[in-house]
């Protein structure tokens, strides 16, 4: 933009900042059918992800799967239920 007087507002150094998590993982399989989620467990003997943006691995064993089933609360296809239970978990 040489030569057109233009002047910088702002300077923003981009940061590498990926929101993934466990949570969002386990939300991600409370939207499938619970048969496809044990038929993973059943065949792989795990549920393991990677973040397509930042390709951290997530490994979720079946005890950890059934215990976050059994606990899990609210809609997970709602946004502010799963909120929520982020902020209930927090606080325990």
Request: proline share 5%.
């Amino acid at each position: 933009l040489d030569g057109l007087g233009m002047k910088p507002l702002n300077q923003v150094t981009p940061k590498e900042y990926c929101e993934c998590s466990e949570d969002k993982l386990f939300r991600s399989l409370r939207l499938l059918p619970r048969e496809e989620v044990d038929d993973v467990l059943k065949t792989e003997g795990k549920i393991e992800a990677r973040c397509e943006f930042c390709s951290k691995v997530y490994r979720l064993g079946p005890d950890d799967v059934m215990k976050r089933f059994a606990e899990a609360e609210g809609d997970p296809s709602k946004d502010e239920d799963f909120e929520e239970e982020l902020k209930s978990k927090a606080t325990e």
